[in-house]
């Protein structure tokens, strides 16, 4: 036998049922401090047991002009916002900024390992059901971060592309965070160091890293912290042309592993390995521990983030407030999406730079040898 079709209330039958006006009724949801407590959940227990949903959410972002969602572009497979823990506590801050706003994030992944042209682009971002985004850290000429300009909304970058012209910016001082870490390998007394960094362009790569590949950098989060420690190397007599640079372009924990592997098979007398990320730094852990090498007592290993993964195991690392960043790119955000500031020809130019620290760790030592 068929089923009879399933009826559910409406903004109408409500008012009827309760003898109220469908304005009352929809004030319950849309305008609650119109209606005082004990009217609004009367309402409510009505319209649940007559199955009423609520109000449309098309329809009523029709009427608002608001989507209810921010949207966070990212350069990178969707499943690494929710793997890579320096991206996990960034949107864990976004959240944060969110919370008690009936705001959702949504997500928008342009993978790295795939071609998009300007038309692509332009269509991932324009589907995007969003009221502005945070551009987290993309590639300074990503076609991605001109089609969100282009689409007009309120935009905020986090970490890169520092000098967007027009865009307010959350980030940190990359060149001058890295430091810590580089000069705690020359007071060591290391002087046969190698560095692994994670992307430096949107070209792939995953070999050593040309002193033209560096200075032509489209990432400059990447570049900024090997030059940093590069600079800091050659303050202490190293000279940084003998320092061996190795990329890993996507940053998950196979290709970090891969990467301690061709640092250090091709560089087997080296006694530390300076990382710009935590999940590099992990990378070469795994590797060592793999290939019986002991840290620090043979290899010193160096990260930066500040992850709680790296922190609970004692990494020594450069603490950057991931989850701040996050906290501070939000609220940014809702503030230019509340004043209706959006990408106009003079936008507010706010940049939050943010401080940074450093966990001294277990795994530097000085060299055996």
């Known amino acids: 036998m068929a089923r009879r079709p399933q009826h559910y209330g409406t903004l109408a039958s409500i008012a009827a049922k309760l003898g109220v006006s469908r304005t009352t009724v929809s004030n319950a949801y849309n305008r609650p401090e119109q ?7 009367r309402i409510l227990d009505t319209a649940e047991k007559m199955g009423y ?9 029709l009427r608002t002009r608001r989507a209810g969602s921010i949207g966070v572009l990212l350069t990178e497979h969707l499943s690494y916002a929710f793997e890579d823990m320096a991206s996990v506590d960034f949107l864990a801050g976004m959240s944060e900024a969110a919370y008690g706003s009936d705001t959702m994030l949504t997500l928008v992944p342009a993978s790295p390992d795939t071609s998009f042209d ?54 940190i001082d990359d060149y001058l965070a890295i430091a810590p870490a580089a000069r705690v390998l020359m007071e060591a007394g ?42 800091v190397f050659a303050a202490h007599g190293l000279e940084p042309g003998s320092v061996p640079v190795i990329e890993c372009w996507l940053n998950d924990r196979a290709h970090n592993i891969a990467a301690a592997g061709a640092l250090l098979e091709s560089h087997p007398d080296l006694t530390a390995v300076l ?78 730079m ?16």
């Open 118 to 171: 300007g038309v692509s682009a332009q269509e991932l971002i324009s589907k995007a059901v969003v009221d502005g985004f945070v551009v987290y850290s993309v590639a300074k000429d990503d076609p991605h971060l001109a089609a969100v300009k282009a689409r007009g909304l309120p935009a905020v970058v986090c970490d890169q592309p520092a000098d967007e012209v027009g865009l307010p910016f959350v980030g």
């Open 53 to 61: 949903l609520g109000p449309d959410p098309m329809a009523r972002s």
């Open 354 to 369: 943010l401080e940074t620290g450093f966990n001294a760790g277990i795994t530097v030592a000085t060299p055996a040898t």
């Open 190 to 231: 290391h002087r046969r160091v190698g560095i692994l960094s994670i992307r430096l362009d949107r070209v792939r790569n995953d070999a050593r890293v040309s002193s033209q590949r560096l200075e032509g950098a489209q990432h400059h989060v990447q570049q900024s912290r090997i030059r940093g420690a590069l600079d």
């Open 35 to 41: 209606l005082s407590a004990e009217l609004r959940q």
């Open 275 to 352: 990382c710009t990320t935590d999940s590099l730094a992990f990378g070469v852990l795994e590797y060592a521990s793999t290939h019986a090498i002991s840290v620090p007592g043979e290899l010193s290993v160096t990260g930066f983030d500040g992850t709680q993964l790296a922190l609970a195991h004692q990494i020594t690392t450069v603490i950057q407030p991931n989850r701040r960043k996050g906290f501070e790119a939000g609220n940014l955000l809702f503030g230019m999406i509340e004043n209706n500031i959006a990408d106009t020809p003079e936008p507010p130019a706010t940049r939050v």
